[in-house]
């Protein structure tokens, strides 16, 4: 089996409060987006699992790799040893904000889930809210992934509710030449109080109301980001914005024909990665 899993953007991030378990309370709206990372499962003879990664930009532990520990909570909580190769092939960049691991994790669970169901007729192996509960626990963002569409996200990031007739929009991302880590990122940021948050319902409310709580201290510690956020707008965004906790950025055009000539004079640019994509009403993983 082949999946294609999505990255994500913020239009709307709020960071509320520390919570007593640590994490930050969150408002956020959140989109799937057409930049995708790929995995390949392929059963093997009962050689557990074996996992190898392609084009990341990061070494870490492979058991730390989010898709090995995705297995590692399917195998706990179902019982089965999963005897697959899982080749994972990178195009998200990461640390930028852009959830790339979230979804690799997320569209793991998916897979090995409908791998393993008992007979064809079933959706998948577990329930439902096992699915949600392991989702929870690898990561905030991993939850949103299982079924990604654009919704409002709340809670420390496990509560998910549909937005329904979000605007289309049509971006440019560029990734400069640094990661950000999420957890620093919330330590060097203060939280708002705020509850009441907009309602976008058109690219007009959207341009009025785009908002990133990181920007307040991201924007200070690393200068390239109010530059590549100029660049956009220089370039025609009608709306430029760091992603989630950095350190890509995007920007929001009207149409596609303005979105693909601003894509060709800004990837002549050097020093960044540079992607054309577009926000997702849905996404299904097979």
């Known amino acids: 089996m082949i999946i294609q899993t999505p990255a994500k953007i913020n239009p709307l991030l709020y960071i509320l409060n520390k919570r007593k378990d640590a ?24 050689q557990g699992l074996n996992f190898r990664i392609l084009g990341a930009d990061f070494s870490e532990p492979t058991e730390d790799n989010l898709v090995v520990r995705a297995v590692r909570s399917f195998e706990q909580v179902s019982g089965i040893t999963v005897n697959f190769d899982i080749l994972l092939e990178k195009n998200i960049p990461s640390g930028a904000g852009l959830g790339g691991g979230s979804g690799n994790a997320a569209g793991t669970i998916q897979a090995l889930n409908y ?37 409002e996200i709340s809670g420390r990031g496990e509560k998910t509710k ?16 640094l ?26 409310d959207l341009k009025n109301h785009l908002h990133n709580q990181f920007e307040s201290s991201l924007l200070t510690q690393f200068p390239v980001l109010s ?5 956009l707008l220089n370039y025609g965004a009608f709306g430029a914005l760091v992603s989630g906790s950095g ?4 920007g929001i055009y009207k149409d596609n024909i303005q979105q693909l000539q601003a894509f060709k004079d800004l990837s002549c640019l050097a020093n960044n990665e540079t992607f054309i994509c577009e926000s997702l009403d849905s996404y299904q993983y097979f």
């Open 23 to 46: 994490f930050h309370e969150v408002y956020m709206h959140m989109l799937p987006v057409s930049l995708f990372d790929r995995i390949t499962f392929c059963k093997n003879d009962g």
């Open 115 to 151: 791998l393993f169901r008992k007979s064809p007729e079933k959706v998948g192996l577990l329930a439902e809210k096992n699915i949600q509960s392991i989702a929870a626990e690898l990561g905030s963002d991993v939850p949103f992934f299982l079924n990604p569409i654009p919704a």
């Open 162 to 177: 549909p937005l329904n007739s979000y605007p289309k929009l049509f971006l440019i991302v560029i990734k400069p030449q």
């Open 179 to 204: 990661s950000i880590s999420t957890k620093e990122a919330y330590q060097k940021c203060n939280p708002e109080n705020q509850n009441k948050f907009p309602k976008i319902h058109s690219l007009t």
């Open 227 to 231: 530059e590549l956020k100029s660049r």
């Open 247 to 250: 350190s890509a950025v995007f």
